[in-house]
């Protein structure tokens, strides 16, 4: 079956670190970008960072860089997020999608696989 | 703020039509193309339109998605219920070499 599914999430207190895990099964992980996007409590979707299919590019969004920090093992099917200086406003479920090739040159991919994401909560 | 600009609710009744808007500028929806997802409460989100106007397999003709200039649309008609749920339109931004979501529009099917 083709399926992601994230791991690692919890409670840690503001300012600490937290590591998320993303595992990929049934299709071939090292053909496909990937992306980490979030989603605060009630509110809607964020997305946080992107690795192109080797891990040589990555992008990050305003919020998280210098904090944030992706990678992934293609020989072991996995996508990571590094969290440090965890903020309250970090708090929400974290996805793990994965990112379609666009179907044409002048279009960009699509988020066509999600896990079920992975509650973290930054409280005191 | 997103960068990505939607209306926070829609609402119809059953078998009527409804259209979201997104709006964006130059560096986003006037330069990419769109997507558009689906989620419905307490779960993941799902790709409903990519690339504009496409709908991935198991998406409804029901569901069209059209874009003109920076802007963008997801129309649905004949709705349901089974509709009801949460709208966000993304794509990326070359200026801020992001993905960028809209805010989303919660659809509710009177």
């Known amino acids: 079956e083709v399926q992601i599914m994230e791991s690692g999430g919890g409670l840690v207190q503001p300012g600490g670190s937290l590591r998320l895990s993303c595992a990929a099964s049934?299709?071939?992980?090292?053909?496909?970008?990937m992306n980490w996007v979030r989603q605060g409590p009630g509110t809607g979707l964020e997305w946080i960072s992107n690795i192109n299919k080797d891990g040589s590019l990555i992008f990050y969004a305003a919020s998280v860089k210098g904090r944030f920090s992706i990678s992934r093992d293609n020989a072991d099917n996995s996508l990571y997020l590094q969290m440090n200086s965890l903020r309250v406003e970090d708090t929400g479920i974290y996805y793990c999608a994965r990112e379609s090739p666009p179907v044409m040159v002048t279009a960009v991919g699509a988020f066509d696989l999600w896990g079920q994401g992975t509650m973290v909560t930054v409280s005191s | 703020q997103s960068v990505l600009t939607q209306p926070p609710s829609a609402s119809g009744t059953p078998g009527q039509r409804v259209t979201i808007s997104c709006s964006g500028s130059t560096s986003n929806i006037g330069s990419n193309t769109v997507n558009w997802y689906q989620q419905l409460p307490g779960t993941a989100p799902k790709v409903f339109i990519y690339?504009?106007?496409q709908r991935p397999s198991g998406v409804p003709d029901r569901f069209f998605g059209a874009k003109s200039g920076t802007s963008a649309s997801l129309t649905i008609s004949g709705l349901q219920s089974e509709d009801e749920a949460d709208y966000y339109c993304a794509t990326w931004d070359d200026s801020l070499t992001a993905w960028v979501f809209g805010g989303g529009t919660k659809l509710t099917v009177l």
């Open positions: 049934g299709f071939t992980f090292s053909s496909y970008e």
């Open positions: 690339t504009n106007n």
